[in-house]
């Protein structure tokens, strides 16, 4: 199931933001998965489905050009150290 939503805007505030940013539901579905995710209420799952991408990294990409970054908690970050050592003998 999707949701829709509607909005309106003066048509001259709509034409600068068109001319900035061009579509601009699409811009809108962009910038919320980009606020959920950073606001931690959205999994890296959710905007991928939200986005369309085929994989995680195109999901840490598309985050990353918008300076945001993975969701890290100190138990992952501790993996990630524990594993380290593993990848380099690789």
């Not at 995710?37 to 799952?45: D, E, K, V």
Request: hydrophobic share 40%; net charge negative.
């Amino acid at each position: 199931m999707k949701t829709s939503v509607a909005i309106e805007l003066p048509e001259d505030v709509a034409r600068v933001l068109r001319e900035r940013w061009g579509d601009l539901a699409q811009h809108t579905v962009e910038t919320l998965a980009i606020e959920g995710y950073r606001m931690q209420t959205l999994s890296a799952a959710q905007v991928k489905r939200m986005l369309g991408f085929q994989t995680r990294m195109e999901v840490d990409a598309f985050l990353k050009r918008h300076g945001v970054y993975r969701n890290c908690t100190e138990e992952d970050l501790d993996r990630d150290i524990e594993t380290l050592p593993q990848l380099r003998r690789q």
